[in-house]
């Protein structure tokens, strides 16, 4: 099946820093999501971009499906951005595959 | 509107018990699915229904696993003579259509196995 990688898997930011996640897949796909785990558990939908870029607020995602990886930018970080990132990608098939996440831990 | 709801948000069972999970997926989505999440295993699909279609079970781990969706709408998950390696959050989500379409995730239920 497909392989889907994060990285990095742990990331500490102070407060206002930028940063950059990488979600690598390994096969095409028709769906690919961006998730934030909230302290609760809650995964909370990012983006839904299968290809090319959106961008909500401080956030702001890329795929490019022909080199198959995906970025997710997070600018001015703040300690509500705290949590586990997941990529999750669907390659035809019926389920999400999901990476294994990025921590992020944001400092004041 | 509404999400993705779940029921319980926490369950304590013995082992050899049996458990159902109940999952109300968003009005109007066809799909829903079936995941869980534990420490060693990351996040795993378990089942898939899409409409009145047969169910895609091939991620459910054992045969004490079951899950039914009753009138497209309303699923539950059912754990047959539970073991302490079934202890995991247990996710639901739900989307318009197949796969391909965007996945939106409940509040889980935290089933732990004594």
């Known amino acids: 099946g497909i392989q889907v990688e994060q990285s990095p898997p742990d990331l500490i930011l102070q407060e206002g820093a930028n940063s950059t996640l990488r979600c690598n897949f390994s096969d095409s796909v028709n769906n690919l999501q961006w998730f934030h785990q909230n302290p609760w558990g809650q995964l909370i939908n990012l983006f839904y971009?299968?290809?090319g870029t959106k961008q909500n607020g401080r956030l702001s995602a890329t795929t490019v499906a022909t080199e198959r990886y995906s970025l997710l930018y997070i600018s001015s970080s703040q300690t509500t951005d705290s949590g586990v990132y997941f990529c999750a990608v669907t390659g035809g098939g019926n389920k999400l595959t999901f990476g294994t996440g990025t921590q992020l831990k944001v400092e004041l | 509107g509404a999400g993705v709801s779940q029921s319980p948000s926490n369950k304590v069972t013995e082992k050899g018990k049996d458990v159902e999970l109940r999952c109300d997926p968003i009005s109007g989505h066809t799909a829903l699915y079936w995941y869980r999440q534990s420490l060693g295993q990351g996040l795993e699909f378990l089942i898939y229904?899409?409409?009145?279609?047969?169910?895609?079970k091939s991620g459910l781990p054992s045969d004490r696993f079951s899950a039914e969706r009753t009138g497209g709408s309303v699923s539950t998950l059912t754990i047959q003579r539970t073991q302490q390696e079934d202890s995991a959050v247990y996710l639901c989500a739900s989307s318009l259509g197949r796969a391909a379409y965007e996945q939106y995730f409940g509040p889980g239920t935290r089933l732990t196995v004594t």
């Open positions: 971009i299968p290809s």
């Open positions: 229904f899409q409409g009145n279609s047969a169910p895609d």
